[in-house]
Each structure stands twice: as structure tokens, then as C-alpha cells.
């Protein structure tokens, strides 16, 4: 089986269970979803990294991530007062560590960057389902996201002849307006059709913004796979790599989503 048809049947796969997670899942198992794909990406993020000498500083900040989502879905709005502590237990170790193993400052910025990274931007995903037609937004951010990956990655392949950046070759500038182009079509489409009391200038404004912060957040994960000489974050997903690989651009585009709603 070639890596472009494993792509198409995961791609499949994972959109008919995301449509029966988000659609019909009480909120409890969506958020439950969420936080196995932060752990996961987290744990793909310090592969990538390796910070030496961390692995119970590491295992304790997946330890505060679930306490962090239980919280969420126990209703408790004191959630906010946990992140802190990916920063204050880090380093607190790290201080009663360091005459034995003199940690790089390196290190100790990779494990705390870590869930800054990838647990707030899906912390703030969960708090949007939350919102009224919350999960409307979560299906129009995964479309309007994922429209894109699917423009950049055909109209680089049909049409690329510019690099866009020597982080990650095989992408230009062709594919990022593909990308583009597809992002705010579909967001155009998807608010004419479901978000009809809001104007259909500024759903496809916002498209634009998601779309130019998911190619920044995609090409921000290339530049950490190039660092660490990788080709992908993980092979949990057959034909598309890591759970990293898959959310990178979202974790980008959810905060942009966030505060358009909120404002």
C-alpha cells in the first residue's frame, strides 16, 4: 500500500470519528479525546527535543496536563491557577537537581515550553466547545484547517516551483496560496451555510487569519523536526506521521479562533 492511499484511509478513519465525537459525544469524552491528544503530542514533542535528565520532571508535567483537563470537565474555573505550575515544578526540580547533573538552560526551556506549546492551545479548544455552537466552531476550524493542508499540499504538487523556506523544502509558495485560497473558500462556505446571523466578510476574514497561523504553526513544527533530523514526530498515525505532525497547524489557529469569538 503506497503512503498516499495510508493517508486518504487515516484521513478517513479519523474525520468519521472526530464527526461522532464532536457531534455526538457528551462534552466529558470530547475533552477526554483532547487531552489524549495532548499527551500524546507532548510526549512526541520531548522525543523530538530530548532534554537530558528530565524524565520525572517530564512525567510530572504530563501528571499536572491531566489534572488540568479533569479540571475543565469537573466545570472548575480555577483550572487557570495549574499553569503556572509548568513552570514552578520544573524549575523547582530542576534546583534540587543541579549540583549532580548541571542542567542546560536548554534543557529546562524545552520541558517547560512544552505544554505552553501544545496543552494551552487545546486547553482553549475544549474551552470553545464549551461556548454556544461551540462545537459548530470546533468542526468549522478542523475544516477550514485541514482545507488547507489539503490546497497547500495538491497546489505544491500540481503548480510548486518557488521554495517557500529551506526549514521545509518541500513546500512553497504556489501550496501556501493553494493553501490559502482553500482555507477562505471554506470558511466562506461553511458560515453561509451554518453561521447565517454572522457576515460572511468576517467568517472569511478569520479563514485568512487561521489559515496564515496553521502554515506558520506547521512550518514552527518542521523547524523542530529539523533541528532533531527527524522526518515525522511519531508513526501513530499510518501514512501522516505523529499526532504532532497532525495538529501542528491547529495548535497555531485555535487561539486566533479563541479570540475572534471572544471579541
Sequence with gaps: MTTHMK????AFIAILFLILVIKYAPLWVFIIVILFAALTSLSEFYALIKPKRAEKIIFLNYVIAT????SIIGNNQRFIALFPFFVIVPLALFVFTYPKSHHKIGDIAAVIMGPFYICLPLILCSMIAELPRGRMWIFFILVVIFAGDTGSF???KLFGKHKLTQISPGKTWEGTIGGLIANTACAGLFGYAFFTSSSVISIMTVGILLGISGQIGDLAESMLKRMSNKKDSGTILPG???MLDRIDSLLFAIP???IYLNI
Design 7 to 10: 493517508r486518504l484511509i487515516t
Design 256 to 258: 486566533v479562533l479563541y
Design 154 to 156: 495538491y497546489c505544491g
Design 240 to 242: 501522516h506521521g505523529g
Design 67 to 70: 489534572v488540568l483537563f479533569f
